[in-house]
């Protein structure tokens, strides 16, 4: 799939708006040149001590292997590779990066309504697949520590923008980092810093989805106040 290197493709359009963007953005290259921004907070994340990677799925994670090299080998993450690969992503995630993938757990996807995922996955719907699997990637290597800084710095709530164009809301709970999309759904990383070739996965136990997602129609803040 060329997708990710057509510039006139949805995605190649997406991505280069994300990569473009603010906020989680790519580091300098050197993480002290920058006078204590959000570049450099990022930077110093992902230089931080080099600790072995958790076990994701009873498998091991290996910093060398991209993405998706490591996901397809967590049994807990087979639905999100199907879909990734349904998709058209493999290719994407496995390229030059730098991605923060927040990876919902097979759990998070059979919590969704019933006959949502295979709805997804049929070749019609890939459209919204790709919508719902890019809101869960963010353009940068985020490792945990800088996240907590970037909320810390921003007064508990750090808002920042997905390669599929949704804002996501990171805080903290205790000492574990949330994330609340676009509908108000909260989703908990669960295993954070698992380091790879192209950038690093935290594990959620929560589907993310955009706002007015048709497969997942839920009431607006507003009417849920009243």
Same mark, same amino acid.
């Given at each position: 799939? /060329?997708?990710?290197?057509? +510039?006139?493709?949805?995605? #190649?359009?997406?991505?280069?708006?994300?990569? &473009?963007?603010?906020?989680? &953005?790519?580091?300098?290259? /050197?993480?002290?040149?920058?006078?204590?921004?959000?570049?450099?907070?990022?930077?110093?994340?992902?230089?931080?001590?080099?600790?072995?990677?958790?076990?994701?799925?009873?498998?091991?994670?290996?910093?060398?292997?991209?993405?998706?090299? /490591?996901?397809? /080998?967590?049994?807990?993450?087979?639905?999100?590779?199907?879909?990734?690969?349904?998709?058209?992503?493999?290719?994407?995630?496995?390229?030059?990066?730098?991605?923060?993938?927040?990876? +919902?757990?097979?759990?998070?996807?059979?919590?969704? +309504?019933?006959?949502?995922?295979?709805?997804?996955?049929?070749?019609?719907?890939?459209?919204?697949?790709?919508?719902?699997?890019?809101?869960?990637?963010?353009?940068?290597?985020?490792?945990?520590?800088?996240?907590?800084?970037?909320?810390?710095?921003?007064?508990?709530?750090?808002?920042?923008?997905?390669?599929?164009?949704?804002?996501?809301?990171?805080?903290?709970?205790?000492?574990?980092?949330?994330?609340?999309?676009?509908?108000?759904?909260?989703?908990?990383?669960?295993?954070?810093?698992?380091?790879?070739?192209? #950038?690093?996965?935290?594990?959620?136990?929560?589907?993310?989805?955009?706002?007015?997602?048709?497969?997942?129609?839920?009431?607006?803040?507003?009417?849920?106040?009243?």
């Amino acid at each position: 799939n /060329n997708n990710a290197q057509n +510039p006139n493709s949805m995605l #190649g359009k997406i991505l280069r708006l994300a990569l &473009g963007a603010g906020g989680w &953005g790519p580091a300098p290259a /050197n993480p002290y040149a920058a006078g204590g921004g959000n570049a450099s907070v990022f930077a110093l994340g992902a230089f931080a001590a080099h600790a072995e990677n958790p076990m994701v799925g009873g498998a091991a994670m290996f910093e060398d292997k991209t993405i998706v090299e /490591n996901a397809v /080998n967590s049994k807990d993450h087979t639905t999100l590779v199907a879909a990734v690969k349904a998709a058209g992503l493999v290719e994407t995630l496995s390229g030059a990066g730098p991605f923060t993938v927040f990876a +919902p757990t097979n759990a998070a996807f059979e919590a969704l +309504p019933a006959g949502t995922v295979d709805t997804l996955l049929k070749p019609e719907n890939k459209d919204q697949l790709t919508k719902v699997l890019t809101c869960h990637v963010v353009a940068a290597n985020a490792m945990s520590e800088a996240i907590g800084k970037m909320i810390a710095d921003d007064g508990g709530n750090h808002p920042d923008k997905t390669v599929g164009g949704c804002m996501l809301s990171a805080k903290m709970d205790g000492d574990k980092i949330t994330l609340t999309d676009e509908t108000g759904g909260v989703a908990t990383v669960t295993i954070a810093d698992v380091k790879q070739s192209k #950038g690093v996965i935290h594990v959620i136990d929560k589907v993310l989805v955009p706002e007015g997602w048709p497969l997942n129609p839920r009431p607006s803040r507003k009417l849920a106040r009243i």
